[in-house]
């Protein structure tokens, strides 16, 4: 199974930007779309972002959409998520998420994770 990691996550400012990175142990990660949920307290897992295999395709939540920007580095095993435009609702821990089927395309579901990390914590303050 493919270990993940996150980092990137912390508190900004409402506006604000973040760049959370998602580091996989070994290159099986570029064979599976890769993807972003997250969970505030109280709250349900949300989807946030994904993008398949090779970068070509991604999905995102639509209140995100036009803020966070997923991408992915096959070469160093390696996915991003780049959030702009930071809202105080944007606020929760964030988890970075492998499919569990190889060269698979469209947004995630829970269900079809098969490694998650361990999470990192964002906070938007107003």
């Known amino acids: 199974q493919v270990q993940l990691v996150e980092s990137g996550g912390g508190k900004v400012q409402a506006g604000g930007s973040l760049r959370l990175s998602c580091a996989a142990s070994?290159?099986?990660?570029?064979?599976?779309?890769v993807g972003w949920f997250r969970q505030a307290p109280a709250k349900e897992h949300e989807f946030v972002a994904s993008?398949?295999?090779?970068?070509?395709?991604?999905n995102y939540l639509d209140s995100v959409k036009g803020r966070f920007t997923i991408t992915r580095d096959n070469a160093k095993n390696t996915g991003y998520l780049q959030m702009n435009s930071l809202k105080p609702e944007d606020t929760a821990v964030y988890f970075c998420?492998?499919?569990?089927?190889?060269?698979?395309?469209?947004?995630?579901?829970?269900?079809?994770?098969?490694?998650w990390g361990q999470g990192t914590q964002v906070i938007v303050s107003s």
């Open positions: 070994g290159p099986a990660f570029r064979n599976y779309a």
């Open positions: 998420a492998l499919e569990r089927f190889p060269y698979r395309s469209g947004a995630l579901s829970p269900g079809d994770v098969g490694s």
């Open positions: 993008i398949n295999f090779n970068g070509i395709s991604s």
